[in-house]
């Protein structure tokens, strides 16, 4: 008796019967419905990740004007801007604090090329704070403090184009995506109160290229330059900037120097620690 029932346990457990202990058929769906089958979630290979791309590093500036993007906490970035007469002009930037970037800079006439004079002008400092982060409605708000002007008079121991000072910079996308406008107001010089202004747009076509293009220093319009670049996307943080600056302008400056259009390039790399 004890070894018919041995047998039969084992003979039950293969054939699936239900019994004490043992689970019940899954009983079939009634004529008409589909069971519901749950796909498990598939997560992307590293491959499939990799191919995906990745967001650019925030753009903190355009030709010359601002915007109102920081470096966020613990990025740097190094940009070098190739101009007229072979000067060669670094910027380095770090976020030092959330929302905080500290930078300096540094300007050689003549480093490259056939000009027989180099000269390093004295470094100067770049400050800026993003204290609103916008909405929908409502542009992102910076402040900031620009210290770096373009073109030095050894003559006259200034620069044609003077620094932007402390300025106040807001950016907004336009409605259409990648559009957005950044339009500031600065004040070059404390002595005198000028108030300068700029309206620069950018149009981000997919992540690979930005057209920019910008009114700047408008405070009389013989005084107010436009320019217009390129920048290439090489990768998320590498990009190449190709521009004009002070298009249709001509004419001298008053220790003589030719006052025209200015061609220039610039590389811009930018990381985290």
């Known amino acids: ?56 590093a925030p753009e903190a500036s355009l030709v010359d004007a601002p915007s109102a993007a920081v470096l966020d906490y613990g990025g740097y970035s190094a940009q070098t801007r190739f101009y007229a007469r072979g000067g060669v002009l670094e910027y380095v930037s770090f976020g030092v604090y959330p929302r905080l970037n500290l930078g300096a800079s540094l300007a050689v006439n003549g480093l490259i090329g056939d000009e027989r004079t180099v000269r390093a002008r004295p470094p100067e400092v770049q400050v800026k704070y993003r204290f609103y982060d916008g909405d929908r409605y409502i542009p992102a708000f910076a402040v900031g403090f620009d210290g770096q002007g373009y073109g030095y008079s050894p003559t006259e121991k200034r620069y044609h184009q003077r620094q932007r000072g402390f300025y106040v910079v807001g950016t907004q996308e336009l409605g259409l995506p ?53 920048r290439v996307h090489l990768t998320p943080n590498l990009h190449v900037d190709f521009a004009v600056r002070a298009i249709g302008q001509g004419g001298w400056f008053t220790d003589g120097d030719p006052r025209g259009p200015e061609r220039i390039v610039q590389l811009k790399y930018s990381g985290n620690f």
């Open 178 to 230: 990648g559009l957005q406008a950044h339009p500031s107001f600065n004040i070059s010089d404390v002595d005198s109160n000028s108030i300068f202004g700029s309206i620069p747009l950018s149009y981000n076509i997919q992540d690979k290229a930005t057209v920019l293009c910008e009114w700047d220093n408008i405070s009389n319009f013989g005084n107010s330059r436009v320019n217009s670049g390129l």
């Open 1 to 56: 008796m004890r070894l018919r029932r041995l047998l039969v346990i084992p003979l039950a457990l293969a054939l699936g019967l239900p019994g004490r202990g043992f689970a019940a058929p899954t009983p079939e769906p009634p004529e008409g419905l589909q069971p519901i089958k749950i796909k498990p979630k598939k997560f992307p290979t590293p491959a499939e990740r990799a191919g995906r791309g990745a967001l650019n």
